[in-house]
């Protein structure tokens, strides 16, 4: 097999076992809260987010760590670490324990993802990394997929625990295959440039303080506990990007904003991603939890979303390839938009038809499948062959923040609506009380997808500013 074809495999592996399990684990949360031994309905919550915080907040440091020690080893350990993080989820005695082997299942995923674009970079030559990495994007949406048909299954013959099982093989030869077969084709791997300690003293902290005051602010009323945790993030997260312009080697190379593809690309992705990030968890909120449905039907109905994203991403990177991206990120985007705002009006109703839920699915997943390949591979064409692992790091945290902020404001619009303690049984995917609460329930879920679709938007606004410049 040609190499530059071996590495899209063994990378698209890394993409659909991390979507895979993404989504096993929201349809099979509830299962989770109400079967494993002391979890609540907020360890459910952290059982999602720890994962998604941890990888987050490390992949600019990672995506640095392959900048100068290889990618390829990164990558490598990634693969393991993810893949021993499974097996011990799978163990996992309580709901803390399980919280704690998810954070070690991020901390793999960081390794592996920020630095999976810049190898896949590395191996195809600029006019066909569009069609890679949409062909990476879509597999790994293919995972999404698998997970929504099987994880309901899974979780209803065998026990939630067996949702983790998957990973092991799967990481496993995938690990041993990476190990023996990848190797470092740029000079990243033989640069020795010093760590910027500071920056990561400052950044994890920062970030990870911010995402905590707004993702459990819901949850406490935004009390002054909130207040002051979010406060301190956002301090530490100035107090980076004040040191990062005053370091030799800054984790985050701020010298990239100024190219003006990278930075329009990096913004709009923002926005993508809080429009995006959590559409599955809402789609799953919304079968599970207000129309009440089990988890086998719900991924079943969650379907055409995930089927769209497939259909639309390979064909939009093949596309982009040949005419250029600019038109194809727009129109996923207004495409996308269209379909979260059917979303919105059909989920408002008491008793939506599914196929007008079908139709607002299709939409908005075609929409982001045409966005996302097109885009990422403006962004890594955009910069130098020694800088693509810091923007490949940067471009997956974007897309990690802009889902996490995306999950957040699920919290927010529904805890306006509704009691707190409701809204926890609710996220966990339990069931709500009474026909009344579902209705209200069923509103908060349509502001959801209405703000979604205004932040899809906005997302055209820095690549029409690129444009008139």
Not at 68 to 81: E, P, S, T
Not at 114 to 131: K, Y
Not at 246 to 260: G, I, Q, S
Not at 307 to 331: E, H, N
Request: hydrophobic content about 50%.
């Amino acid at each position: 097999m040609e190499y530059k074809y071996m590495v899209l495999v063994n990378t698209t592996l890394a993409s659909f076992m991390s979507f895979l399990d993404s989504n096993i684990v929201v349809l099979a949360l509830p299962t989770i809260v109400r079967e494993l031994l002391g979890t609540s309905a907020f360890d459910g919550v952290w059982i999602i987010l720890g994962y998604s915080i941890v990888a987050a907040v490390m992949l600019l440091t990672l995506g640095r760590f392959g900048d100068i020690f290889g990618r390829v080893k990164m990558y490598n350990l990634g693969f393991a670490v993810f893949t021993v993080g499974s097996a011990l989820c799978s163990v996992s005695p309580n709901g803390a324990t399980l919280v704690g082997f998810r954070i070690v299942q991020g901390l793999g995923s960081a390794l592996i993802f920020a630095n999976n674009n810049a190898i896949l970079t590395d191996a195809f030559p600029s006019n066909e990394r569009g069609r890679a990495i949409g062909i990476n994007q879509v597999v790994g949406i293919m995972g999404s997929v698998v997970g929504l048909t099987i994880g309901g299954v899974l979780t209803q013959t065998l026990g939630w625990r067996s949702i983790f099982w998957i990973n092991i093989p799967v990481g496993g030869f995938s690990t041993v295959w990476a190990y023996f077969r990848l190797r470092e084709l740029s000079v990243q791997a033989h640069i020795r440039e010093g760590v910027d300690v500071l920056g990561n003293l400052l950044f994890a902290p920062g970030v990870g303080f911010i995402l905590y005051g707004l993702t459990f602010g819901a949850f406490s009323g935004w009390g002054v506990y909130d207040a002051v945790i979010t406060g301190i993030g956002l301090i530490l997260t100035v107090l980076f990007v004040y040191a990062q312009k005053r370091m030799v080697y800054p984790m985050m190379d701020l010298r990239l904003f100024r190219n003006r593809v990278f930075s329009s690309g990096i913004i709009a992705n923002l926005f993508s991603s809080i429009a995006r990030g959590g559409v599955t968890l809402n789609l799953s909120i919304f079968f599970q939890g207000v129309l009440l449905y089990d988890a086998y039907r719900a991924g079943i109905l969650m379907l055409p979303y995930s089927l769209a994203f497939v259909a639309a991403g390979p064909l939009s990177g093949y596309l982009s390839d040949r005419y250029g991206p600019t038109r194809f990120v727009t129109a996923g985007l207004i495409v996308g938009s269209v379909g979260l705002a059917l979303l919105a009006v059909f989920s408002s109703t008491p008793s939506p038809a599914y196929p007008h839920l079908v139709v607002g699915m299709i939409l908005s997943g075609a929409g982001n499948g045409m966005f996302v390949a097109p885009n990422i591979a403006s962004i890594m064409n955009s910069v130098s062959p020694t800088r693509r692992g810091v923007a490949s790091g940067m471009a997956t945290l974007i897309y990690n923040v802009g889902s996490l902020f995306s999950i957040s404001l699920i919290f927010v619009v529904l805890a306006t609506v509704a009691p707190r303690s409701e809204l926890q049984d609710l996220f966990a995917g339990l069931p709500v009380q009474g026909d009344l609460n579902s209705v209200v329930f069923g509103r908060g879920v349509s502001m959801v997808y209405a703000l979604m679709g205004a932040f899809n938007l906005l997302a055209l606004a820095p690549l029409i500013l690129r444009l008139k410049r």
